[in-house]
């Protein structure tokens, strides 16, 4: 018989750690629970339990939550675990310092249980990709540093990844450019080619529905001929990367800066943290269907914020 997979739930609301864990429960997760970030690091460090993904609350009663995922870092057992940082803040600022500090995904309180369930397997599943790509990531890498010019063309969110996470490799802030090149390649795919619009996606994501949705528009006779292309150019001091896709374009300036973070919605933040994280630079071009991320080779290395 499998092994269930295991939550760990970090909250120090008992109340937030007993609904997420009903949450869960429904497709089929176990769940441990923590208050604090000593009672998270003793789950963690107990080499009878396997935890396959922690929900870790930024607020906790004896320091930032953060602190469990940098410890999680350190520890080649528990560094691949998905780690989904929940909060109550809506602040650009706090997003950004996990995303630098390698947290790829971030649920704003309150939220639903579709929607909670949606993160949840889409990080497992992003990092079952991760695993399966770092036995050969480190030829990648070597293959990637001779990279002077080059073109990609390609049509699914799993190409879109793949392509994110490879090349990444060219830049010494790889974690932070993967998330960069992960959203611009994602919103190619999604928003440009198949013209899932902003509304649609938060319908489809609150009802679990985006995946199919994808997958069917993707295999549609109106979509299924569409790709997108990135374009590769690096120099002695900079990498820059030219993305555009098939469709009619959008307003770009609405994703852009911090603005978006104080919308309600559970998607949006994308671009804007993909421009302050992943690139130096990040420009949509003409009627927004084509997008150029500059990042700065010998750019100093930006501490997380506070």
Same mark, same amino acid.
């Given at each position: 018989?499998?092994?269930?997979?295991?939550?760990?739930?970090?909250?120090?609301?008992? %109340?937030?750690?007993?609904?997420?864990?009903?949450?869960?429960?429904?497709?089929?997760?176990?769940?441990?629970?923590?208050?604090?970030?000593?009672?998270?690091?003793?789950?963690? +460090?107990?080499?009878?339990?396997?935890?396959?993904?922690?929900?870790?609350?930024?607020?906790?009663?004896?320091?930032?939550?953060? @602190?469990?995922? *940098?410890? %999680?870092?350190?520890?080649?057992?528990?560094?691949?675990?998905?780690?989904?940082?929940? $909060?109550?803040?809506?602040?650009?600022?706090?997003?950004?310092?996990?995303?630098?500090?390698?947290? /790829?995904?971030?649920?704003?309180?309150?939220?639903?249980?579709?929607?909670?369930?949606?993160?949840?397997?889409?990080? @497992? *599943?992003?990092?079952?990709?991760?695993? $399966?790509?770092?036995? !050969?990531?480190?030829?990648?890498?070597?293959?990637?540093?001779?990279?002077?010019?080059?073109? &990609?063309? /390609?049509? #699914?969110?799993? *190409?879109?990844?793949?392509?994110?996470?490879?090349?990444?490799?060219?830049? !010494? #802030?790889?974690?932070?450019? $993967? /998330?960069?090149?992960?959203?611009?390649? %994602?919103?190619?795919? *999604?928003?440009?080619?198949?013209?899932?619009?902003?509304?649609?996606?938060?319908?489809?994501?609150?009802?679990?529905?985006?995946?199919? @949705?994808? @997958?069917?528009?993707?295999? +549609?006779?109106?979509?299924?001929?569409?790709?997108?292309?990135?374009?590769?150019?690096?120099?002695?001091?900079?990498?820059? &990367?030219?993305?555009?896709?098939?469709?009619?374009? /959008? !307003?770009?300036?609405?994703?852009? #800066?911090?603005?978006? &973070?104080? +919308?309600?919605?559970?998607?949006?933040?994308?671009?804007?943290?993909?421009?302050?994280?992943?690139?130096?630079?990040?420009?949509?071009?003409?009627?927004?269907?084509?997008?150029?991320?500059?990042?700065?080779?010998?750019?100093?290395?930006?501490?997380?914020?506070?």
């Amino acid at each position: 018989m499998a092994e269930p997979v295991t939550a760990l739930v970090v909250d120090d609301e008992e %109340m937030t750690r007993a609904i997420v864990a009903g949450y869960l429960a429904r497709i089929g997760y176990r769940t441990l629970e923590a208050a604090t970030i000593a009672e998270a690091w003793a789950i963690l +460090s107990d080499p009878t339990i396997t935890i396959h993904v922690v929900l870790l609350d930024r607020r906790l009663d004896d320091g930032d939550g953060l @602190e469990v995922f *940098e410890r %999680m870092k350190a520890v080649p057992g528990l560094a691949e675990i998905p780690v989904i940082v929940q $909060t109550v803040s809506d602040s650009s600022a706090e997003i950004a310092a996990a995303i630098r500090a390698g947290v /790829f995904y971030y649920l704003f309180k309150p939220y639903d249980g579709a929607l909670l369930r949606s993160v949840v397997r889409a990080a @497992e *599943e992003r990092s079952g990709r991760l695993k $399966t790509l770092q036995g !050969d990531l480190r030829s990648r890498a070597d293959a990637i540093s001779l990279l002077r010019d080059a073109r &990609f063309r /390609f049509r #699914t969110p799993q *190409e879109a990844q793949n392509l994110a996470i490879t090349l990444s490799t060219i830049a !010494d #802030t790889a974690h932070s450019l $993967t /998330f960069g090149l992960s959203e611009i390649l %994602m919103n190619a795919v *999604e928003h440009g080619n198949l013209g899932i619009g902003f509304e649609a996606k938060s319908v489809l994501k609150a009802t679990g529905a985006l995946t199919q @949705e994808v @997958e069917n528009r993707l295999a +549609s006779p109106e979509h299924r001929d569409k790709y997108a292309t990135l374009h590769v150019e690096r120099s002695d001091n900079r990498v820059v &990367f030219t993305v555009t896709d098939m469709g009619r374009g /959008f !307003d770009s300036s609405r994703y852009l #800066t911090v603005d978006a &973070f104080q +919308s309600t919605a559970t998607h949006g933040r994308g671009i804007a943290l993909a421009r302050m994280v992943g690139f130096d630079q990040l420009t949509y071009v003409g009627a927004g269907n084509r997008v150029v991320g500059v990042v700065n080779l010998n750019r100093p290395a930006v501490p997380p914020a506070d």
